[in-house]
């Protein structure tokens, strides 16, 4: 079936410091893929998604290029702050039915 | 104010009591979802509803009890509460079908069950 696998954390990173966190999908079709964020006691929320292969999502620095070739989704950016603090959940929609997956999440610390 | 919103925020309960947890969305969203965030599985779906009236089962669906009678109103009930269903709930809606559309978060129910 459908699934997402995305890299392990917690990661801390020194403001300024570049930022990856991998994702790979598995899944049948032409899924859609996000990122999500959920700051600390928050809700998750929509960082960036990509609706079919070669498109990249951006929103507020980060990036995410949708790799068909190498089944991957994963997420960037230049230059950390403090405020980027959060837990970021990689997502999948299967493009047939309401089944949406998520990654397990990665917790980042970013220290000043 | 405009969103979705969950009640209560946190709640203590104790196994094998009936339990509620309520979600309301403002934008008349066609679909509403509930999940369940555990350490060392993400977010797994419970139930999830296309209209009002019409529900479906998602990953994890045993033990709970979803109804919607009103598009805005999205109930979750746990007709018997155990341990293994302390967890903290998101309620989620979309417009539209959810492999593309984005879903929008309430900000989540902390169980406890004793």
């Known amino acids: 079936g459908d699934s997402v696998t995305q890299m392990e954390g917690p990661v801390t990173l020194s403001e300024e410091a570049f930022l990856t966190i991998n994702c790979t999908y598995t899944a049948t079709g032409y899924p859609s893929l996000f990122w999500y964020v959920q700051y600390p006691g928050e809700g998750l929320q929509l960082l960036l998604k990509a609706t079919k292969a070669d498109d990249k999502g951006s929103n507020k620095g980060f990036e995410a290029t949708y790799r068909k070739e190498t089944t991957s989704f994963h997420l960037e950016k230049g230059s950390v702050q403090v405020s980027d603090s959060a837990v970021y959940f990689c997502?999948?929609?299967?493009?047939?039915?309401?089944?949406?997956?998520f990654g397990t999440g990665t917790s980042l610390t970013v220290i000043p | 104010d405009a969103g979705i919103t969950q009640s209560p925020r946190y709640k203590i309960t104790e196994t094998g009591r009936q339990v509620t947890l309520m979600c309301h969305q403002t934008w008349s969203h066609s679909y509403m979802f509930w999940y369940r965030q555990d350490l060392g599985h993400g977010l797994r779906l419970i139930y999830y509803s296309a209209a009002a009236d019409i529900t479906d089962k998602g990953e994890v669906p045993d033990g709970y009890v979803v109804s919607r009678s009103k598009t805005e109103n999205f109930p979750l009930t746990l007709e018997s509460a155990t341990r293994s269903q302390t967890s903290v709930y998101f309620c989620a809606s979309s417009e539209t079908l959810a492999g593309a559309d984005t879903q929008y978060f309430g900000p989540g129910t902390r169980l406890t069950v004793l």
């Open positions: 997502a999948l929609g299967a493009n047939t039915g309401n089944q949406f997956y």
